[in-house]
């Protein structure tokens, strides 16, 4: 999803890719990234976790903390 | 298409740069590329004023200016205890709004200037209260687009963007996020962000000109309801106070592009003298035969039907859009001529109004006389088709014709349908350079950018202006470079191209030029004008090609009459 985000090559998206470091992520780029992941996951991240995470395996893990509480 | 990419600038009072990379991906899928400028939010007034902005350095083709009413009339006094203090103050902001319009507009003359209106997107508490006060933030947008919308007809380079429309398919609620309006002062939402790159890219292709050319309509079941083979045309679903009403209302939509310059014309498997006399005589039926370019009405597959069409109209099969309701024939439509559009149709007739109006692919910026006359011209071309084909010979049509070619010197007022035919000219056009109305003003402005018109006539009617040429002349040397040479495919095959040459050719001359350069540059569509200038006595030179003026006029068909103003 961040590849097609910002049009790189998958191969570049690796967990430590990160805002700032990833051409055209930068901090506009995080809110499209964003609303793209809310999108193809259906949820919606409290406005304290949208400029959380700053790198792509920062966004999994927080994915993966909503998804635990969902299915308490 | 135009090789070299739109610029674009957004300014905006609030966060809206991600819409920039969603327009830009969906453009590129129809090889357009734009660039963008776009402005630090909130800072759209000093870019407008200043001298040395950035905004007026890049001197962008298109500017779209985002101010949101919640910004604009932002810290108002109470609508309760301040009530005519906040009237006072929304007023005097609105008029600085407005005339910083005119001056964004003024200052970038050859810009297109797209101004979003005023929408109050955070949903008003207290409905019942806030209406009475007089002054809640709807009624000041309300009175806001009204004046915006009166003074926008005063600047011919802006346009409107009518937010309600643009955002109709989605509910209110969905408009504005607040999440990401107090992280990032972004207005809107997800979707509307999406709606409105959806909508900018509908303009850019507008200023572009990029809109198809021709709606090729199915009959059965999609221009009326019912088989006409089976149900006869005393049973057709089409008019009366039931659902036969939808495809009535979609002909009267139809009827709509027709009148501003798109083509229609009919693909379907029928009973030829059966349909033709449907058309002729249903009395519910509101398109007729002459709204119709071509017809194809017969057994033969929908595909060779399409390719038949787009030769006799001259046009390229990616001009044109195919409406049909059977899935089957799309299918079979997009696999063997992939470059005809065919969207879905929607599977209830009730809904086919609704969307063939909202079709994206018709949008221009503005129409000119001959849009509005196009669709009677090409029924006059299938009149002369048909002449035709009944002459003993080529050579005789042509001159029963009577064809009269008026080739003349032409102001700013040619500009607009001069863009169009550069933007849309693709078969016989020597160079292809795409110009948009701004850039032709900016031409027209030198001296020495001259530009030439034709307008063709015959006995069945006026094809209005069918030819273009802009000309760079340099007094010093007596030369004059032809920079655009076209002819519109409609008239083509006649010989009107020579006698449009030897006009120009002729004025120039009159003008005491000596010489004139041109080039041929091959488009890949153009190859029809590769021979012309050799076959008009223009020599290779190092440069393109050259002619001289003075030696013997410059010969055309007997069957022509030319005249020069």
Not at chain 2, 269 to 280: F, G, H, T
Not at chain 2, 287 to 302: D, Y
Not at chain 2, 350 to 373: H, K, N
């Amino acid at each position: 999803m961040v590849a097609r985000t910002f049009k790189v090559s998958p191969e570049m998206v690796t967990p430590e890719a990160s805002l700032g470091q990833l051409p055209g992520w930068d901090s506009f780029g995080h809110l499209t990234l964003m609303m793209e992941v809310e999108r193809e996951f259906a949820i919606r991240f409290p406005t304290d976790k949208i400029n959380g995470p700053k790198k792509a395996g920062e966004i999994c893990d927080l994915l993966r903390a909503m998804q635990t509480v969902d299915n308490r | 298409m135009s090789a070299k990419p739109l610029s674009c600038a957004l300014l905006s009072s609030f966060t809206l740069d991600p819409v920039a990379g969603l327009v830009s991906t969906r453009l590129e899928s129809l090889g357009l590329a734009c660039q963008w400028f776009v402005s630090p939010f909130n800072q759209y007034p000093q870019l407008i004023v200043a001298d040395n902005s950035q905004l007026m350095a890049a001197q962008p083709q298109v500017v779209i200016l985002a101010v949101a009413i919640e910004d604009l009339l932002e810290k108002l006094p109470s609508p309760w205890t301040n009530t005519v203090e906040r009237k006072a103050e929304a007023e005097r902001r609105i008029a600085d709004f407005l005339s910083l319009v005119r001056r964004l507009a003024g200052r970038l003359p050859s810009s297109a200037v797209f101004v979003h209106d005023f929408l109050p997107l955070v949903p008003q508490g207290n409905l019942i209260l806030a209406g009475q006060s007089g002054v809640s933030l709807r009624q000041l947008a309300l009175e806001a687009n009204d004046l915006l919308e009166k003074h926008v007809s005063g600047c011919p380079n802006v346009r409107v963007v009518p937010l309600n429309e643009v955002f109709s398919a989605l509910p209110h609620a969905a408009l504005c996020d607040p999440r990401f309006y107090y992280v990032a002062k972004m207005r809107l939402g997800r979707q509307a962000l999406e709606a409105l790159a959806e909508h900018y890219c509908r303009l850019l292709r507008a200023f572009a000109g990029l809109r198809k050319k021709c709606i090729v309509l199915d009959l059965d079941n999609t221009l009326w309801g019912g088989i006409l083979g089976e149900d006869g045309p005393d049973h057709l679903l089409l008019g009366g106070d039931g659902p036969g009403k939808a495809f009535q209302d979609m002909q009267r939509i139809l009827l709509d592009y027709f009148e501003t310059g798109t083509l229609l014309a009919i693909c379907s498997k029928n009973d030829e003298p059966l349909a033709m006399s449907a058309i002729r005589e249903h009395p519910e039926m509101v398109l007729r035969p002459n709204h119709f370019a071509a017809m194809r009405i017969n057994w033969q597959s929908k595909a060779a039907n399409l390719r038949e069409i787009a030769a006799e109209l001259n046009l390229g099969l990616d001009s044109f859009v195919f409406l049909d309701d059977s899935e089957s024939e799309r299918e079979e439509v997009r696999r063997l001529v992939p470059a005809v559009t065919t969207p879905y149709l929607p599977e209830d007739p009730s809904d086919y109004p609704t969307f063939v109006a909202q079709l994206p692919y018709f949008d221009t910026l503005g129409t000119t006389e001959d849009d509005r006359r196009r669709g009677q011209m090409y029924v006059e071309d299938r009149e002369r088709r048909i002449l035709a084909q009944t002459s003993d010979s080529l050579e005789d049509f042509l001159r029963g014709l009577n064809i009269q070619v008026l080739v003349r010197r032409s102001d700013s007022q040619f500009i607009p349908r001069l863009a169009q035919l550069s933007q849309r000219t693709n078969q016989f056009n020597l160079t292809s350079r795409r110009y948009a109305e701004g850039d032709l003003m900016a031409l027209l402005e030198k001296q020495n950018w001259r530009f030439y018109s034709a307008m063709a006539s015959d006995r069945i009617g006026d094809s209005g202006m069918i030819g273009a040429a802009l000309v760079q002349v340099d007094i010093g040397t007596a030369t004059a470079r032809l920079d655009t040479f076209l002819v519109s495919c409609r008239v083509l095959g006649r010989g009107i191209e020579s006698a449009f040459l030897a006009g120009v050719c002729s004025d120039l001359r009159a003008n005491g030029l000596a010489t004139i350069l041109a080039e041929y540059i091959p488009s890949g569509k153009n190859s029809m004008a590769r021979e012309f200038l050799p076959n008009h006595g223009f020599q290779l030179a190092e440069l393109g090609w050259r002619r001289p003026l003075d030696s013997e006029q410059m010969a055309w068909p007997a069957w022509i009459q030319l005249k020069i103003a």
